[in-house]
């Protein structure tokens, strides 16, 4: 009787859901790109015009040099690798500071850093036919001693942004840096400061920046800040018809206090009137994401990645569309995940793992990018011993909550599978747990029924 009770119980409360459609990107295939014996890492992409434009690292020793493919098929086949760096064996590069790349019509930009003058700098190289022949690259920092922890976009009038630290001989961080190319110049402007080197604060010089240039040209640059050990993050703008940077944001205030040098900057990205930003806590050892409207600046509505989660996240990437979309690492097992923050109800949905292998092998380096619909996740990948480049694609898809086995049918069948997944005797698929997650808390438990 008491069986009889539960079963219809869950079944009544499963078919008020019936037409309750959960609109969710689902990563599936991981699928390997490179294919070498020495390392590849640091992976960053541009997508133009249905096009994947890809760079990243690869490391043989001590000697690193740039990379570059493309594929013109969503990501099926991708070209031969080209070395693109003209000077062998003089890149440095770390997480979160490799490569990046911009696109332009048919132009493709790749910046890195390089110390074969024996001084690290900045240096560019373009290729001005859809990435078949590269140019000799440019130096295009224009400071002395050491240039680090570059930033680099292309805005949508083809114009190009730089943002790095400077570094005196001393070491020391001196100031931050941004240049400015108009588009069709063969040169840059001659960098200005950003104003947020101090004598009570400065950027935590150890971890990477993020420039974004929003519709109307303003330039926006995140960093970790450092005073006195308390590293939250900051905002600093310029706007486009200003000639240097004016005014800053905090926007974190965790209090995060950090005595040494973490390995993790923001994630910023800007679509349309709003923006959203996305940072670690090591306090807490929690990801959290913001979003605001440009206006206002306020990032006072920060929400962590996975409240479920008992792991260390770390190394966030976001995508800001209708929704905010981020990838970040879990520290404790090294694998990637996704979620979705929903912008109406401000809860994280849909939250997955990426990588779809079971060796305990380390992925990290994750970015997230955008194109004809589709996700894109790349990543540095060890599950073959030396790392190697991966990708998987989220596709879109529409879930009919309490439909487990998804055959348009609600029934006894999807009833027993959500019981099954809550008493461990079978593993949910990435669409299962979805669709037995009714209250959409990420966790499929006897609330769900």
Known sequence: ???????????????????????????????????????????E??????????????????????????????????????????????????GQSGPKIGVFNNKIYITYTDNRSGLTSIYLNMSDDNGVTWQEDTLISDT?????YQDFEVDNQGNLHLVYYNYAANYDLEDV??????????????????????????PCDCCQPDLEVDANG?????????????????????????????????????????????????????????????????????????????????????????????????YPYILLDNNLHAVWVNQNDFDIYYGMRDIETNTMLNIQRINDDNTNSTQKDPILYKGDGTLYSFWSDQRNDNYEIYFSKGIAESIVLGDINQDNTIDVLDVVSIINFILDQEDPTTVQEIASDLNNDGIINIQDL
């Open 1 to 43: 009787m008491f069986v009889y009770f539960y079963m219809h119980k869950v079944f009544f409360i499963i078919l008020i859901f019936t037409y309750i459609f959960s609109d969710d990107y689902i990563f599936s295939e991981n699928i390997r790109i490179t294919e070498s014996s020495n390392d590849q890492k640091f992976p």
């Open 45 to 94: 992409i541009a997508i133009d015009e249905s096009i994947i434009h890809l760079t990243w690292v690869s490391v043989e020793g001590n000697n690193k040099n740039i990379m570059y493919s493309k594929s013109e098929d969503n990501g099926e086949t991708f070209s031969n690798p080209l070395q693109i760096n003209y000077v062998d064996n003089h890149i440095v590069a770390y």
């Open 144 to 148: 002395q001693y050491l240039n680090m």
């Open 177 to 202: 840096r941004y240049r400015f190319s108009e588009a069709g110049d063969i040169g840059f402007n001659t960098s200005i400061i950003l104003g947020v080197v101090t004598d009570d604060m400065e």
């Open 218 to 314: 303003d330039i926006y640059v995140a960093y970790r800040n450092n005073e006195q050990n308390i590293r939250d993050t900051y905002i600093a703008v310029k706007r486009y018809s200003d000639e240097n940077f004016s005014e800053y944001f905090q926007a974190s205030d965790l209090q995060d206090f950090i005595g040494f040098c973490p390995s993790s900057g923001p994630s910023l990205d800007i679509e349309d009137s709003k923006i959203a930003i996305a940072y670690t806590s090591y306090n807490d050892q929690n990801v959290y994401t913001s979003i605001s409207n440009l206006g206002s600046m306020d990032f006072s509505n920060y929400l962590n990645v996975n409240s479920n989660s008992n792991s260390f996240q770390n």
